[in-house]
């Protein structure tokens, strides 16, 4: 352990990046629900991150965050440490065919990057609104690709604040999943790419983005694919078959355009939100004999402890 100092009213050691307590955190996710965390942590650099997991409370528990795109955090909130990378962790750099981006980079920046630079094969990610490391975490993917595919290594810290560089088979990555431990937070990735046209890359994002417009409820508080495809089968189709498409409980919906997305229309909890989700499992579970996996992450305590007050 190094010796710190540490925050005698929190327990918590002293930073270089910032530190709060008790932060809202409908306000940073995409469903816009849900209730406080404990502390939250932007480290300043790797160092500053590796001491703070080095020399928090043994068991406080740990989690990073995204931009909350694929995330939904329970009406009473988190209680730990949630780590979010701040501006330090967006570089981009490119080596050949090979990019090496930090994890708090947009997909969207980071396929726009890969085009400048005349590197394809990066085209999936410019239609998905996560970071790169909400991208290693859930495996994203899109159009017959995914982050699998392009991967060479990524960089990670552990609860303990000890550095790893892990490989493609040190990820265990299947269908949006890793098997790296869930209290792990990517700090950058190394991915290859291939050699292209600048302007047809474009071209193919544009047509992306096109169709998405098109096809998912992207201007809505939602959180992506509520439920993981089950093998051989569409979970969009499944939930359609069950009469799901616009099912409502509170401000919860599963939207019109796409079912397989939850939407807040308004004041929706995130309790609402899990009501109607599970709804849609059950009633899928009854009619098909298919049980639903959540793809979205769910985060937190279902009701708020004495602590759990916001700010
Ligand atoms: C409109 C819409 C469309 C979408 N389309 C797609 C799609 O086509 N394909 C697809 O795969 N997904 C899609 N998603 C889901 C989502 O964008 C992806 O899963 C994305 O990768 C999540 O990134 P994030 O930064 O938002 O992660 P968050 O939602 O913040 O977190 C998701 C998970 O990643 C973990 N995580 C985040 N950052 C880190 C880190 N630095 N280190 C370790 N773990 C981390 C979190 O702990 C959590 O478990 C969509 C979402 C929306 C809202």
Not at 164 to 175: I, K, N, V
């Amino acid at each position: 352990m190094s010796s710190l100092p540490t925050d005698m009213n929190s327990g918590m050691p002293t930073v270089r990046g910032r530190l709060r307590e008790n932060v809202r955190l409908d306000k940073i996710t995409w469903f816009q629900v849900g209730g406080p965390a404990d502390f939250v942590f932007k480290p300043e650099d790797e160092d500053d991150l590796s001491a703070f997991l080095k020399n928090i409370p043994t068991g406080l528990p740990v989690y990073a965050l995204g931009v909350g795109s694929n995330i939904l955090v329970r009406d009473g909130g988190i209680r730990g440490a949630v780590i979010r990378l701040g501006r330090h962790f967006t570089k981009m750099t490119v080596d050949g065919e090979m990019i090496t981006v930090g994890a708090g980079a947009l997909d969207g920046n980071v396929a726009r990057f890969a085009a400048d630079a005349s590197l394809e094969g990066a085209e999936f990610l410019s239609g998905i609104p996560g970071s790169i490391g909400g991208a290693l975490r859930m495996n994203a993917g899109a159009y017959g690709a995914d982050m699998s595919d392009i991967f060479v290594s990524a960089v990670a810290y552990d609860r303990q604040g000890e550095r790893h560089t892990l490989s493609l088979d040190d990820m265990g990555f299947s269908y949006r999943h890793t098997d790296i431990p869930k209290d792990w937070i990517f700090t950058q990735a190394t991915l290859r790419l291939a050699a292209g046209d600048s302007q047809e890359i474009l071209g193919r994002m544009a047509d992306i983005s096109r169709n998405r417009e098109e096809s998912q409820p992207i201007r809505s508080r939602t959180g992506g694919s509520t439920f993981a495809n089950p093998a051989g089968k569409k979970a969009w189709e499944l939930i359609d078959s069950i009469g799901g498409r616009g099912l409502i409980i509170g401000d919860a919906m599963v939207s019109d355009k796409h079912c397989n997305f939850l939407i807040n229309t308004g004041a929706a909890t995130a309790a609402d939100l899990e009501a109607v989700g599970e709804e849609v499992r059950r009633r899928v579970f009854e009619t098909h004999d298919i049980l639903l996996r959540w793809e979205i992450v769910r985060l937190g305590d279902v009701t708020a402890s004495v602590k759990g007050k916001s700010k």
